[in-house]
């Protein structure tokens, strides 16, 4: 059983059991705001609720929660599809690169020169825009691995990828 998530006027964001850490990881690389923790006590449900988080989790104890979307897939293309549906994210939801996949905080573009001692010759001479993470000051750019991200998410989730925006700040 689920139950709607946030207010459609306010950004999406969920909370992922610990034990589901791929699909925070999938989350975070779509854009949302995805806090990965065990959920041990009601209190702990209650809180998240109380911030607007969907619960995303395959912990028996919360299965008919309200705020709960409750996966009993195992793998992780199944989860996605499934979450996908019942928070009924669209494709128009997701800002790709927006956030950090490790700390989950909300990237920002860097001057290519702060990148010039942190990335191989190649990609500072082939790519024009940096990320980093003001947290943990990991540095992102669009390369082959994005590529590779986009062709998992079409085959998780069958979307038509030329929909999914990248974030160009």
Partial sequence: MSTTGPPADRPRSFVVDSMLGKMAKWLRI???????QR???????????AE???????????RNRPGV?????????????????????????????????????????????R???RV????????????????CSRLYWRGSHTDRMLDQLQRMTGWVIETVTQRRT
Avoid: M
Avoid at 80 to 99: H, Q, Y
């Fill in 30 to 36: 779509l854009g949302f705001d995805t806090v990965c």
């Fill in 69 to 113: 979307v409750f996966l009993t897939e195992n793998e992780l293309s199944s989860q996605l599809r499934r979450l996908i549906r019942e928070a009924a994210i669209e494709p128009a939801d997701v800002v790709l690169l927006a956030r950090c996949i490790r700390c989950n905080s909300p990237l920002e573009r860097v001057p290519k020169t």
């Fill in 52 to 62: 607007g988080r969907l619960i995303v989790t395959r912990n028996t104890r919360w």
């Fill in 39 to 49: 959920l041990e006590t009601l209190a702990d449900l209650e809180r998240h609720r």
């Fill in 115 to 117: 990148a010039v001692q």
């Fill in 120 to 135: 191989p010759d190649y990609v500072f001479a082939t790519a024009d825009v940096f990320l980093q993470c003001p947290d």
